[in-house]
């Protein structure tokens, strides 16, 4: 079929127009080969006369039948019009967003909530084929949902388009279909932990610009990790590009992201009034814009909502406030007014009001920072200059510190949530969800643009591969003939601009420069690209900018500023003060990286003798552009290691009105985002398909009745389109389909759409001439029955009377009563019969029923007795058995509480021992510090000694040796890097290069033969004494690894000792128990308290004499082995634990008092360590001075300096061991209150316990009055011991400490006396017991083997016998007092015994 022949009249075409790109129009006459005009007719009715002979022909226009199809694919003709009306006939009239093209999901914005997102809607779609079911976002990611299931292959969705088309609602509605769909049964709630993180997200990467209330500033791509069953474990999350200018810029009606505003907002509240924030447009970082508010938006809820998403991902209120507190300084960071200071400096006021709240936030010094925003710091190899900066370049680095902060800060929130989103199992697959921006293009273009384009050209290529390589699977699945498809290759572009030599490469090669300047780099491309490459242009107008010719349009890129976002730097002391910050956040944005060690490094570190240089471009070395390039390589390879699905939106108006359609602009988004070169590449080869029974369905009326009777469907198809289509060249038949090029779907409807015209007109006769014959039946067989009516009225009146119509009646009254009558005899009948049987059957009933209640009633009365007995005979065993349990169970835990008593006493000697023995060591290893830090200051003053003189002989050549200092100047520099790595290379070529020189001075110079033999000898001399250092090194690194152990074995201690203190808190939670007793006996104390005062004299003087005695003979191991259990139990009945009390009172004295003595020795050697250690500080910057100046001389002496300071690395060691020490005194001093807390909880626990005894203690004690001459014996004595403790306080802390022990142990021994007597009275008291217990054994005998046949008496369900009551209660009174008082006595013995042991 000849083209021509498609433009006939009545045809419609697309011309082109200004306003809405294309207008379609009508053939008004056909088209015959060789017209200059295509005579047409618009849709108002105008007349045009299209000119085609130099132009071609316009576009046709779709059949009516293929408008509105839900994919664009499917249309006859393929081309820019088709596809802009199908896509407005959807979005306007059908009210529909989503259209398929091909593989690609179209999806235009409403600007309006659409109810297509409900649950009910996401699972209607699951488990659907992707064009079952309308075009929608849920269908694509069905779609990847269920590849993914059924290959185990990974799946990627890519979504794309300009600011405010939806792609961020797009992402997030992938992501909630995922978290749906495959939600786990688990309560981790991974599903909402993925959905959370998109409101975080959106919160500081989302702000307002001219095109989007919520738009992203940032590109991100979320990997959804699925386990085997292919359900959500996890996520991670990956950012690209974040717009960092935006934090301190603003285009008018634009705002700064989300979470500023969300702030001010919420300022007011009380938990961020620290924050000291207000109104967003007090800030200057946030009023730029001139819209500090979106309609409809309300900011504080969205910072609740923000509060909740981040408490949701497990990141708490501290977390969160740190965050606001980083925020909140990066706002009063930018309102820091600096003022200028002429024309060359500026300065900042130190009464600041935002400059100090800055600081204090972020815990930062003030007065540097004041310093360093308006100074900059120079490096060079010979100085440092510090250079005032002028206004602009102060605010400029004002600025560039609040973007990095930002950048620092977001990218910490991003990381933070990928590990919220962490699982702990392997993956099995993922699905990635890509929302990046789309191509841009503005007035004015910059670096940002210039990446984001870049991005998309990468994009773009990996798309039209993925395209062309699913129409060649197309192909060869179904068998056809493949050829080669030309389509756009966008390589060159991207050679432009990540080639070797291309943009970045050049524009990297510039920022390395240190003076490099915009204007430089573009001069650098117009050389190298303008009339060499045609996809680079240079502006007519314009010296500043350049054009590059994108796969969506031409771009023209203003150079400005390229530079500085591509070096993305901040000064260098602004980023040393943020390190030095006390707020733990700010310090770790800034901290460096920490360098891997090279295990062939030497454990020696050698500094040079001046301080090394950073390279300028260190920093320089990963610039933003090579950092993007490397992610998006790598966004590259994960996105062709999967299987992409793609989602392109359209912002369908700039002015977010909803459903209106503006051809221009969404032209424009479709040409950008590759959806016509998809349809292009499909209209180049065979666009239309069918299979072959969709066909014989569509085009069955074309087929004839010879062709319907073949059996072969596909066989028919072939012949019908044989003899329909002439050029076989315009369709191919393929294994399940056939291939049709543009148009001949078209051409077919047409034949059809003729065929069924004919069919339709001779349908419409035939059936117009049946309605009209229905119609005359009808109305004929309605006159009939008319008539049929008429006349039967007609007959019926002539033929009845009135005499009929009364015997008619008779007759009816009379067959009424008759029928009455019978029917009620026979009513009576049956009621009788029915009462007599209901009679007999019920008093039947009520007679069996009686007999059966009376033999059951005998029956309950036999079961109540038997089972009362039963009852009764098992309450008796059990009662019986319960009482020998809880006997032998008794027994059995006080045996136990006895021994764990004994052996946690044991426990308390044994860390008392190491503690003293820790204390003996620590002061040991301070004396030897001492020692050696005097050493190594002898040894720095010989040192500085002799380096003054090398000096003084040096300075006389220096004017002799320069020359050749210069030319060997590179060969040092080689030679001090090598240094570093290895030291065993260096000291082989530094020898060889000693040599060297000594060599070429022998030839110049005789005299400089005895310098260089002078020189050596030191040399060797220098070696020996570094090899003694080295022995004294590690010497000193033994010591510390001895002190670390040291200190572990002090906190082992300290564990122990907060154990032992929370068991005296249980302990000390029955003291008030112990206080009623107290409050009785306080009322007897003071009667007795001016006696108990002198006898308390006289007892100690009396204690004093016979402790000695006691000492020598007495055999305390004999006492502790006639001690059993049960005398324990009963041992502070009578107060025999008074003295030891008063002992344990006077060694808690005596311990506090040495404690005290240690810490005052401790605080004075620290501070003479302290003092030492800013002595050789000082020292070691005098010695720094000297080896600055001696920077010029020979290669000889600056090895001598270098290993001058190799030496003095030894100094940061014994700082670190001086601030061990340090740590060892606050431990120390923390071991000391607790101890003292515990000897005083101690103390006030005894006191309580022994109040109550004294009243019979001082009974006892005024029948034992001693006379005189013993009381004067006795004070002499005291006299003695008083002299002998004061002059042993004179002597060292350990013999004060072993002299005061042994006064305890004295005074503890004289209750060993009192013991004795009280141990006769305890055994008569487990007799006692004992006795009671075999009783009750004897009993329960009895009551096992005879069961007593006598009538019992019962109280409920329980045996009592009235001769047993006395005996019941006295058991009971007696456990109750055994149980109390075991648990005090226990805790009095066990602080006994550990004063006892001591």
């Not at 119609?775 to 019926?796: C, D, I, N």
């Not at 310098?1011 to 004494?1025: A, G, S």
């Not at 007696?1374 to 009095?1388: G, M, V, Y």
């Amino acid at each position: 079929m000849a083209l021509a022949e498609l433009y006939a009249q009545y045809n419609r075409v697309w011309i082109p127009d200004n306003k809405e790109v294309w207008q379609s129009a009508e053939i008004t006459k056909s088209y015959k080969a060789g017209d200059r005009f295509l005579h047409v007719q618009l849709e108002d009715g105008t007349e045009l006369n299209y000119p085609v002979d130099p132009a071609p022909l316009p576009p046709l226009r779709n059949p009516d039948i293929l408008v509105g199809e839900n994919d664009l694919t499917a249309l006859s003709y393929l081309h820019e019009p088709a596809v802009l009306h199908n896509l407005k006939i959807r979005f306007v009239e059908s009210k529909l967003i989503y259209t398929y093209s091909g593989i690609i999901l179209v999806a235009i914005n409403p600007y309006k909530e659409l109810p297509i997102y409900g649950d009910a809607i996401i699972h209607a779609y699951s488990g659907q084929n992707m064009g079952d079911m309308d075009p929608h976002i849920f269908a694509v990611a069905e779609e990847a949902y269920k590849q993914m299931a059924r290959n185990n292959k990974n799946q990627s969705i890519i979504v794309s388009g300009e600011s405010g088309a939806g792609k961020t609602v797009s992402a997030r509605y992938t992501m909630r279909y995922f978290a749906t769909v495959s939600k786990s049964s688990s309560n981790a709630h991974v599903e909402d932990k993925v959905l959370a993180s998109n409101p975080i997200t959106e919160a500081v990467g989302n702000a307002k610009t001219t095109r989007n209330d919520n738009s992203s500033r940032f590109g991100k791509y979320t990997e959804i990790s699925f386990d085997q069953s292919y359900q959500i474990i996890g996520a991670n999350m990956r950012t690209y590009l974040l717009e960092k200018s935006r934090v301190v810029f603003q285009s008018e009606n634009e705002r700064n992201y989300h979470i500023f505003y969300q702030l001010c907002a919420s300022a007011m509240q009380p938990e961020y009034e620290h924050l000291k924030l207000g109104n967003a447009e007090e800030f200057n970082y946030t009023r730029m814009g001139g819209s500090t508010v979106i309609e409809g938006v309300d900011d504080r809820a969205n910072m609740v909502e923000t509060q909740k998403t981040f408490a949701l991902l497990g990141l708490k209120g501290d977390f969160q406030m740190d965050v606001f507190k980083m925020l909140a300084a990066i706002l009063h960071l930018g309102n820091v007014e600096i003022a200028a200071v002429g024309d060359e400096r500026s300065s900042i006021s130190m009464e600041d009001k935002h400059l100090r709240i800055f600081c204090e936030l972020l815990d930062l010094n003030c007065d540097k920072m004041a310093r360093w925003l308006c100074h900059r710091k120079i490096v060079t190899t010979s100085e440092t200059v510090i250079k005032p900066m002028t206004r602009a370049q102060a605010v400029n680095a004002r600025d560039a510190l609040a973007k990095k902060i930002y950048s620092h800060l977001f990218d910490f929130i991003v990381e933070r949530i990928n590990q919220a989103l962490q699982f702990p199992g392997k993956k099995h697959t993922f699905i990635g969800v890509l929302d990046i921006y789309g191509f841009e293009t503005f007035d004015v273009n910059s670096f940002e643009q210039f990446c984001i384009n870049y991005a998309n050209e990468k994009l773009q290529q990996q798309f039209n591969l993925h395209v062309f390589k699913l129409e060649q699977e197309e192909y060869m699945k179904e068998d056809i003939p493949w050829t080669l498809i030309d389509f756009y290759d966008n390589q060159p572009v991207i050679d432009l601009i990540e080639a070797k030599m291309g943009i970045l490469e050049l524009l990297d090669e510039e920022c390395l420069l240190p003076h490099g300047k915009d204007e430089n780099w573009l001069q650098k491309l117009y050389n190298n690209f303008v009339n060499k490459n045609t996809l680079f242009e240079k502006p007519r107008m314009s010296n500043t900018s350049f054009i590059i010719q994108h796969f969506a349009d031409k771009v023209e890129y203003k150079c400005e500023g390229f530079l500085e976002k591509n070096r993305d730097t901040v000064h260098e002391v602004l980023i040393e003060i943020l390190k030095e910050s006390k707020f733990h956040l700010c310090a770790n944005f800034f901290q460096d990286s920490p360098v891997s060690v090279s295990p062939f490094s030497s454990s020696i570190n050698i500094k040079s003798a001046r301080p090394v240089l950073k390279s300028p471009n260190k920093q320089l070395r990963t610039t933003v552009g090579s950092k993007f390039r490397n992610s998006l390589s790598l966004l590259m390879v994960t996105l062709n290691a999967t299987t992409p699905h793609y989602v392109r939106c359209i912002k369908p108006n700039d002015e977010k009105l909803p459903f209106e359609f503006d051809s221009k602009r969404v032209a424009q988004q479709l040409r950008a985002c590759g959806v016509l070169e998809t349809i292009r590449i499909s209209a180049q080869s065979y666009p239309s398909r069918w299979t072959y029974i969709e066909f014989f369905s569509r085009y069955s009326i074309l087929m004839t009745q010879q062709e319907l009777s073949i059996n072969d469907k596909k066989q028919i198809c072939k012949i019908v389109l044989q003899r329909l289509i002439q050029d076989h060249n315009q369709y191919q038949f393929g294994r399940t389909k056939i291939f049709f090029r543009a148009g001949q779907v078209a051409y077919l409807e047409k034949l059809r759409s003729d065929k069924l015209r004919h069919a339709c007109i001779l349908i419409q006769k035939c059936v117009r001439g049946w309605l009209q014959r229905k119609k005359f039946l009808s109305m004929r067989k309605a006159v009939v029955t008319v008539q049929q009516y008429f006349r039967g009225q007609r007959t019926v009146r002539q033929a009845v009377t009135a005499r009929n119509l009364k015997e008619t009646w008779a007759a009816i009254i009379i067959q009424k009563y008759c029928r009455g009558y019978l029917v009620r005899r026979l009513c009576q009948l049956i009621h009788v019969a029915a009462v007599t049987i209901q009679a007999y059957t019920r008093g039947f009933l009520a007679r069996k029923k009686y007999q059966k209640m009376r033999e059951e009633q005998k029956a309950v009365i036999l079961q109540k007795y038997a089972r009362a007995w039963l009852a009764r005979r098992r309450f008796q065993n059990i009662r019986c058995f319960v009482l020998n349990i809880q006997l032998s169970y008794r027994v059995q835990q006080l045996q136990k509480k006895i021994e764990e008593q004994s052996r946690e006493n044991h426990g308390l000697l044994e860390r008392l021992t190491s503690l003293a023995s820790a204390h003996m060591n620590d002061v040991d290893t301070i004396q030897k510090l001492e020692s050696e830090l005097e050493k190594f200051a002898a040894q720095k003053r010989t040192y500085e000694e002799k380096g003054k003189k090398y000096r003084e002989d040096s300075e006389q050549k220096i004017l002799e040796l320069e020359n050749q200092n210069k030319e060997l100047q590179e060969q040092k520099e080689t030679l001090e890097i090598k240094l570093q790595e290895k030291t065993e290379e260096m000291k082989e070529k530094m020898d060889d290069l000693t040599q060297q020189l000594f060599n070429d001075v022998q030839k110049e110079e005789n005299q400089r033969m005895i310098l260089e033999k002078n020189f050596q000898n030191q040399k060797q001399d220098y070696e020996k004494e570094i090899e003694l250092l080295k022995g004294e090194i590690k010497i000193l690194k033994e010591e510390k690894t001895q002190l670390q152990q040291q200190i572990q074995q002090e906190i082992i201690i300290q564990d122990g000792l907060k154990m032992e203190v929370g068991q005296l808190t249980k302990q000390a939670q029955k003291i008030p128990e112990l206080q009623k007793e107290i409050e009785l006996l306080q009322t007897q104390k003071l009667d007795v308290e001016k006696q108990a005062h002198s006898q308390k004299r006289e007892l100690r003087e009396k204690m004093s004499e016979v402790t000695k005695q006691l000492l020598e003979s007495y055999d305390f191991e004999d006492v502790r082995s006639r001690l059993s259990t049960e005398d324990l139990e009963h041992l502070n009945e009578d107060g025999e634990l008074w003295f030891a009390y008063e002992g344990l009172k006077k060694a808690t004295r005596v311990m506090e008092s040495h404690f005290q003595s240690q810490k005052e020795i401790y605080e004075k050697e620290i501070e003479g360590l302290n003092f030492k250690v800013e002595h050789l500080s000082q020292d070691i910057n005098h010695l720094q001075k000297l080896f600055r100046e001696e920077n010029d001389i020979n290669d000889g002496i600056r090895l001598e300096v270098s290993r001058l300071t190799s030496e003095n690395l030894v100094i940061p060691d014994l700082k670190q061991q001086v601030a061990e020490l340090e740590n060892q005194k606050l431990d120390l001093e923390n071991r000391l209150q607790e101890q003292t807390v515990k000897l005083k909880e101690m103390s006030n626990r005894l006191h309580y316990e022994l109040e109550r005894d004294r009243t019979h203690r001082r009974t006892t004690e005024a029948q034992n009055e001693v006379d005189t001459k013993e009381n004067e014996s006795l004070k002499g004595t005291t006299q003695g011991t008083e002299g002998l403790s004061n002059g042993l306080m004179q002597d060292e802390v350990q013999d004060e400490v072993q002299s005061k022990i042994k006064q305890v142990t004295t005074r503890l021994a004289v209750e060993n006396m009192d013991l004795e007597e009280k141990l006769d009275m305890k055994d008569r008291i487990i007799k006692k017991l004992e006795d009671q217990i075999k009783t009750l054994t004897k009993t329960i005998e009895k009551a096992e083997t005879h069961v007593p046949t006598v009538p019992k008496e019962y109280i409920g369900m329980m045996e009592y016998k009235k001769e047993d009551e006395e005996r019941i209660i006295q058991n009971l009174i007696l456990a109750i007092k055994s149980s109390q008082e075991h648990t005090r006595d226990l805790n009095l013995l066990s602080s006994w015994s550990s004063t006892k042991s001591i």
